[in-house]
């Protein structure tokens, strides 16, 4: 009896230890095949704007650096065009196709894919203004679920002290942001804070969608001495029309991102949004070896470089400080 018991433990024994090895040492086979997955990585653009181009490009470049060449992941890339629906649809989508991962670019695009994915597939945020405040995460230290990221928070302070040089005697200052962007309405309303504080008559605009832009922007250039334009997606796809109407008032308005600049702004201090996507890309990847989005903190840039349009600010008959000029020429962007 005692022989047939040492057998059965034996047996026992030799069971577990080979179910150990097996644990910590996966089959040759299983491992090779996670090694030749390719990945599909869905990205989901609010609309095509040269901001958020750029932070899509940025994407790219995030993921290549970290070994996702083009052979090593499918990426599907959709573009919404500011179209509610196409959003729905295009998160859809990348369920059904059974997504790896996400990422979202603007604030809509990120909460409509946060929404489909339920709390299950990872989800990555880029350039996403507050995405606390938006619902997308706890906090940006412990976003605690599926979803991390970055913030393009603006540096508004930074913003205010180009608007005090540009226009140096200027009091009623314009903000406008479109009422369905979290961020831009966020941006907006924070720097009115901030202009209150520093003495000036601050006043918000708002357009509902860019068909608003032209009759709203006429009611403000009439009203005030300087613009501000937040990092807003409306704003920003409106920023010819905006400026359309304030060249023909002589106002300047100063934006918060360089496209913008590029499209008739007079100065910033810009955070790079190839930078942000570039970010964005890397989390990406980390998360796709295993890093887990709920202890993964979000990255906010706030870093900006200068950037200026000298052709705008001569038309509107505005001499630049010589030092904000130099250090656009230094590390930033001259426009001519």
Not at 29 to 38: D, E, G, I, Q, R
């Amino acid at each position: 009896m005692n022989k047939r018991l040492m057998s059965v433990i034996a047996i026992i024994v030799a069971f577990l230890a080979v179910a150990f090895v097996m644990t910590n040492n996966p089959n040759p086979t299983a491992v090779a095949k996670k090694k030749n997955y390719v990945p599909t990585v869905g990205i989901l653009q609010l609309v095509t704007h040269p901001a958020l181009d750029e932070i899509h490009r940025g994407i790219i470049a995030g993921l290549k650096s970290q070994g996702y060449t083009k052979n090593k992941i499918k990426i599907d890339y959709q573009n919404a065009q500011a179209n509610q629906a196409n959003l729905k649809t295009m998160s859809q989508q990348f369920t059904n196709e059974n997504a790896d991962l996400t990422i979202g670019i603007a604030t809509p695009a990120a909460l409509s894919l946060a929404k489909t994915a339920n709390g299950n597939n990872p989800v990555i945020l880029a350039g996403i203004t507050d995405p606390a405040g938006s619902g997308l995460v706890k906090s940006a230290q412990k976003p605690g679920g599926n979803i991390t990221g970055t913030s393009g928070d603006s540096p508004l302070e930074q913003h205010l002290a180009v608007i005090k040089q540009v226009v140096p005697h200027a009091k009623k200052l314009g903000i406008i942001y479109t009422t369905s962007d979290h961020g831009g309405e966020y941006n907006a309303k924070n720097m009115a804070k901030l202009a209150e504080a520093a003495g000036y008559d601050a006043k918000l605009y708002t357009i509902s969608t860019t068909n608003d832009m032209q009759q709203v922007a006429e009611t403000m250039a009439s009203q005030v001495d300087v613009i501000y334009a937040p990092q807003d997606n409306g704003v920003a796809s409106a920023m010819k029309t905006l400026i359309n109407i304030t060249n023909k008032n002589k106002i300047p308005v100063i934006p918060a991102v360089d496209t913008m600049v590029k499209d008739g702004g007079v100065a910033t201090m810009s955070v790079s949004q190839y930078n942000i996507g570039y970010q964005a890309g890397i989390m990406a990847a980390k998360v796709l070896k295993g890093k887990e989005t709920a202890t993964y903190p979000v990255k906010t840039i706030t870093q900006g470089d200068m950037v200026v349009n000298l052709k705008q600010a001569q038309h509107l008959g505005i001499q630049l400080p010589e030092s904000m000029v130099k250090a656009a020429e230094s590390k930033g962007e001259v426009i001519k």
